[in-house]
T-cell receptor, first 111, second 116 residues
Framework: EDQVTQSPEALRLQEGESSSLNCSYT??????LFWYRQDPGKGPEFLFT???AGEEKEKERLKATLTKKESFLHITAPKPEDSATYLC????????????FGTGTRLQVTL | DAGVTQSPTHLIKTRGQQVTLRCSPK?????VSWYQQALGQGPQFIFQ???????QRGNFPDRFSGHQFPNYSSELNVNALLLGDSALYLC???????????????FGPGTRLTVT
């Protein structure tokens, strides 16, 4: 069964203090690894899809990387508006659309 | 470009009642999946609909059922509600036909269901 573990559970950063979030996964054949941002009480907002080890994608202050066992979401010089829960999910090759999610990392960025 | 929409936003039901939640996929998408998200947890896959048929199902009892209409919109029905069914219910859509190699799924804002 596909599994996703995210760490840390919570992270508090000062504005401008860069850091990384970790997503470890086990899946029998990776179709894709997905990162989402979720604000309280709202639906997840799509950020990135990574399909193969070595792939990297960037969007503003965020950069996602992928290895065969884990993915990192690097946040460079974060701002308070980056505060949210970041969710990682995997889809295996044996599934049509099922995403298996981790429990997320709650990020708080303070002034 | 209309994103995924869901209705209602919030719902309060009593144990034993039945509930229907609705979802309209993002424009150009033909596949809808439903997820349940308990507080502090990641979303859990309920099932997926494509071409008006349930294609894949997660570990949820038969009390959870669904439907997809010819216009690709979808409903989630939950019978005999339990207190444990209280959660945020999310709908996600993607394009199978014409989607190429993209497996990206986009989520709606969710329906907050409270069972008392």
């Amino acid at each position: 069964e596909d599994q996703v573990t995210q760490s840390p559970e919570a992270l508090r950063l000062q504005e401008g203090e860069s850091s990384s979030l970790n997503c470890s996964y086990t899946v029998s054949g990776l179709r894709g690894l997905f990162w989402y941002r979720q604000d309280p009480g709202k639906g997840p907002e799509f950020l990135f899809t990574l399909y193969s080890a070595g792939e990297e994608k960037e969007k503003e202050r965020l950069k996602a990387t992928l290895t065969k066992k884990e993915s990192f979401l690097h946040i460079t010089a974060p701002k308070p508006e980056d505060s949210a829960t970041y969710l990682c999910a995997v889809q295996g090759t044996g599934t049509a659309s099922k995403l298996t999610f981790g429990t997320g990392t709650r990020l708080q960025v303070t002034l | 470009d209309a994103g995924v929409t869901q209705s209602p936003t919030h719902l309060i039901k009593t144990r034993g009642q039945q509930v229907t939640l609705r979802c309209s996929p993002k424009s150009g998408h033909d596949t809808v999946s439903w997820y349940q998200q308990a507080l502090g947890q990641g979303p859990q896959f309920i099932f997926q609909y494509y071409e008006e048929e349930e294609r894949q199902r997660g570990n949820f009892p038969d009390r959870f059922s669904g439907h997809q209409f010819p216009n690709y919109s979808s409903e989630l029905n939950v019978n005999a509600l339990l207190l444990g069914d209280s959660a945020l219910y999310l709908c996600a859509s993607r394009a199978v036909r014409g989607g190429g190699s993209s497996y990206e799924q986009y989520f709606g804002p969710g329906t907050r269901l409270t069972v008392t």
